[in-house]
């Protein structure tokens, strides 16, 4: 586990290592001509370093703050969605009479649609090929009305609701049994909208550039405030303190965009598998598929 954690800190720092090396071999320059050319205009207070500093970590928090409340927002209506998937089924079960085949064979429908609209909600979000997966529980005119459509989650989530009221048509359900069902559809659509919101929301780059122009700024006279004081040790500190900001800035980043694919994003696919394997667990299907491990270990 910690090996694999330490993987995934090494692939995230990789690519901040241009900036912190540009910044650590200015540092080098700077106590060259400091100390053996006489540049001593190159000092710098450290006062003055010590407030941007300080600065810095306010906008850099703040930052980061705000990109994993979108992180954990999208992970709490994923969460949500499992909820509401396995609520859906047995909901169906239960105010449906699942001994009669033709209702039977309806519940089972109903099953092999919202998975499918699991997967197809990841695959969309993540802009990858949107039936993957979900192509596997419908038919071939389920397959190729939903391809007609842009958006391939709302159109599956129709039929779900076409199929849920015809059972309703059919007096397979009462009318409030009919209303719970639809209520929790309704939040399913709810958490679509919600995963749309937060994929085309972009984080406001100017922000993001002022940050990172502020920490630009920072790395550039940290050297010329240490020099005079610890002399060569500016280097290794320099080293440091850059490549935590940088650090700090490229988990923000990361972050801030959950449904990308990424290894530290919502585990889409994963989180679509469990529900798979619990709803066809329910409907006691006989093809029950094998779990999918989150991309590099990755635990919630």
């Known amino acids: 586990m910690y090996v694999k954690e330490i993987f995934s800190v090494w692939r995230l720092l990789k690519g901040t290592w241009p900036g912190v090396l540009a910044v650590t071999s200015y540092s080098a320059l700077v106590f060259y001509l400091y100390h053996y050319h006489n540049w001593h205009f190159l000092e710098?207070?450290?006062?003055i370093i010590s407030i941007l500093g300080t600065a810095l970590s306010l906008l850099l928090g703040f930052r980061t703050n705000s990109a994993y409340d979108r992180w954990w927002e999208g992970r709490q209506i994923w969460?949500?969605?499992?909820?509401d998937s396995r609520t859906l089924v047995r909901q169906c079960m239960a105010f449906i009479d699942d001994k009669d085949p033709e209702k039977k064979a309806a519940v089972q429908h109903i099953v092999?649609?919202?998975i499918a609209w699991c997967y197809s909600l990841a695959n969309t979000l993540r802009r990858e090929s949107v039936l993957v997966?979900?192509?596997l529980h419908l038919s071939e005119q389920e397959l190729a009305y939903v391809s007609k459509h842009d958006n391939v989650p709302n159109a599956i989530l129709y039929l779900l609701e076409m199929e849920v009221a015809s059972l309703y048509t059919k007096g397979s359900i009462t009318q409030l049994f009919f209303q719970n069902i639809d209520g929790t559809l309704q939040r399913l659509c709810e958490a679509m909208g919600k995963c749309e919101r937060i994929k085309n929301t972009v984080f406001p780059t100017q922000y993001s550039f002022f940050v990172?122009?502020?920490i630009f700024i920072f790395t550039i006279i940290l050297p010329m405030g240490?020099?005079?004081s610890i002399g060569r040790i500016a280097i290794p500190i320099t080293f440091v303190i850059s490549a935590l900001f940088f650090y700090v800035e490229s988990i923000s980043y990361v972050m801030q965009n959950p449904f990308?694919?990424?290894a530290n994003d919502i585990p889409m696919t994963s989180l679509s598998r469990t529900i798979e394997i619990n709803l066809l667990q329910l409907i006691e299907a006989p093809n029950i598929p094998d779990k999918i491990l989150p991309k590099d270990g990755y635990v919630m």
Do not use: R
């Open 133 to 135: 997966n979900a192509n």
């Open 226 to 228: 240490l020099i005079g």
């Open 260 to 262: 990308e694919g990424n």
């Open 79 to 83: 969460g949500a969605i499992v909820n």
């Open 212 to 214: 990172h122009l502020t």
């Open 112 to 114: 092999h649609l919202q």
């Open 44 to 47: 710098f207070p450290i006062s």
